[in-house]
């Protein structure tokens, strides 16, 4: 059938299952809006109020679904502010397409009225990027875009379409998408992993969001229970094993557990399950696990042996192989290793002052209320961290947050992405005053379509995370981190278009939270805390995670 440019593309992501866009009109677009318009019963399009929003959003609902996420935005200034999103997403690997329109061809390079070269400008952040010049290549261009998207290590892709692109038409047959196999490229090391792991006497599982991305829960779980040890996670891997599993020991790195960064220290076999070793887990690398020798299984030839020296090494899809080496490995009884890491957990349990309104204890609440089954998305900083401690994950998809980027103001976008994708459930962004001053304004894009999310903030009038650092390793000088001005969140709240509840006692917690789910409706819950509590343990930068500590050792 004859089909102009913005048809195909809507043809294009019907072939796909896209269900939702998150996006922004602008000049260089409009055909492709237009084209939205006639299959609003299709696909439903979010207007967010900042083209960063539609980039978070088109996140969140990647990582809540499984599904690729998908933003688009007008040329110049419109691409452009995808750019951190798509960062965010690279960072993470979470598969996402970008569609973007530039100038017309003949204005290329000519530094047209918002013309931007968005694909050279993205080209370290994307997996791939194309820039469409021809009609006749766009239906193969958007089908490939997707394909890079999901298969292998997923990221986002970018398509940037020339605006006469759209408006020209060519013959578009439709094509049914081929289901993405799961890969394995080496499996080498197995019988050296196998005879490590039947060694060791001291295994320690360390679970990476790979975990999540390939949907291997159950098999992890029945890998921990083969190898019979321990399992700590990083922020990515939340929820990718069951946080009330008496094996967890909670996160590992900057912020993890002391059962689990000294735990990892003393081990003899670590196994790292879709992990990349990132500097806020790894701490000094000459000091990581020296005492261990490590097994890395990983979808990413290029992760092997890139920050950490291995000494076995499985490349593939983590589900995959896992299905494979349970069926290779024999029971163990690592009884008194076990019985060392409980005592380690009674020992150094997670703890702070109960005695005022703190953000741990929101977090607990948050999960008493919720039963543990809530979406929960963060910001990045102090809540980021005791979100990561205090909620109690049993299940993958249900923590958001921005790992390797470190993107303050992700998470309010990113939660409304998971509500719209996943709106049978509970979502919550928990976010820091700091944070939520930068994205605040996607509570209109909440309320516009009034999409139940929760937004909790935990206001301390200061950028925590930093001034946690000043205190501790500058002298108590307070450089910009003091935000203590007029800015009354509730009201701003109100002002667009949401309810807003201010929480200043501990009691006052669990009957906001109770009736923010019963209103069904755009919420903030303001939480007002000390301005010096910290996020404990902790690990000096480039320190050992042997070396973590906590108040007590203060």
């Not at 294009?12 to 019963?41: M, W």
């Not at 609440?365 to 961290?385: C, F, L, N, P, Y």
């Amino acid at each position: 059938m004859l089909l102009n440019g913005s048809e195909i593309v809507i043809e294009c992501l019907k072939e796909q299952g896209v269900d939702t866009v998150f996006g922004y009109p602008g000049g260089t677009i409009l055909n492709i809006y237009d084209a939205l318009y006639k299959h609003s019963d299709e696909i439903r399009h979010v207007l967010t109020s900042h083209e960063q929003g539609a980039s978070h959003a088109a996140d969140g609902y990647a990582r809540a679904t499984g599904r690729v996420g998908v933003c688009m935005a007008t040329s110049g200034p419109g691409a452009t502010n995808l750019v951190t999103g798509i960062a965010t997403a690279y960072m993470d690997s979470v598969p996402m397409v970008a569609i973007t329109a530039n100038v017309n061809l003949p204005l290329l390079g000519k530094d047209t009225f918002q013309e931007v070269d968005i694909t050279g400008v993205t080209m370290p952040i994307t997996k791939h990027g194309f820039i469409v010049k021809n009609v006749n290549e766009l239906a193969d261009t958007i089908r490939k875009a997707f394909e890079i998207a999901t298969t292998g290590r997923p990221g986002p892709v970018l398509v940037d379409i020339t605006k006469d692109v759209t408006a020209a038409t060519c013959e578009y047959t439709p094509v049914t998408p081929k289901k993405a196999e799961r890969q394995i490229t080496s499996l080498e090391d197995m019988e050296k992993v196998i005879e490590y792991i039947k060694e060791a006497k001291k295994p320690f599982i360390y679970l990476g969001g790979g975990a999540v991305i390939s949907g291997a829960s159950a098999e992890v779980a029945q890998f921990a229970e083969l190898v019979d040890c321990p399992v700590c996670d990083t922020l990515m891997a939340k929820g990718a094993f069951d946080g009330k599993n008496p094996r967890y020991t909670g996160m590992i790195g900057m912020h993890g557990t002391k059962t689990s960064n000294l735990g990892v220290s003393e081990c003899d076999l670590l196994i790292a399950l879709g992990a990349r070793f990132s500097d806020r887990v790894i701490g000094n690398p000459k000091r990581f696990a020296e005492n261990a020798k490590v097994i890395h299984i990983d979808i990413d030839k290029a992760e092997i042996n890139k920050n950490i020296r291995v000494d076995a090494s499985l490349v593939g899809d983590l589900k995959a192989i896992l299905s494979k080496l349970n069926t290779m490995i024999e029971k163990k009884d690592n009884a008194d290793w076990m019985k060392h890491i409980q005592e380690l957990k009674q020992k150094y349990p997670l703890k702070y002052d109960t005695s005022v309104l703190t953000c741990p204890y929101v977090i607990e609440e948050i999960d008493r209320v919720t039963k543990g089954e809530a979406i929960i998305s963060t910001d990045v900083g102090q809540h980021q961290m005791w979100a990561a401690q205090y909620y109690k994950y049993t299940s993958p998809r249900t923590f958001l947050s921005s790992g390797g980027l470190g993107t303050m103001g992700y998470g309010l976008g990113a939660c409304i992405g998971a509500q719209v994708g996943q709106p049978d459930k509970i979502c919550i962004n928990i976010a820091g005053d700091g944070c939520f001053r930068m994205n605040m304004n996607e509570l209109a894009t909440a309320s516009r379509y009034n999409i139940p999310i929760i937004q909790v903030v935990i206001n301390n009038h200061v950028l925590g995370m930093v001034r946690q650092w000043q205190t501790l390793f500058y002298g108590k000088r307070y450089s910009q981190t003091i935000l203590n001005d007029s800015v009354d969140f509730c009201k701003v709240a109100e002002g667009l278009g949401c309810t807003a509840i201010r929480v200043t006692k501990k009691e006052e917690v669990g009957p906001a939270i109770e009736k923010a789910i019963a209103l069904k409706a755009p919420v903030l819950i303001e939480c007002m805390i000390q301005e010096d509590d910290k996020v404990f343990p902790m690990v000096p930068a480039g320190a050992p995670i042997s070396d973590v500590f906590d108040g007590d050792d203060l």
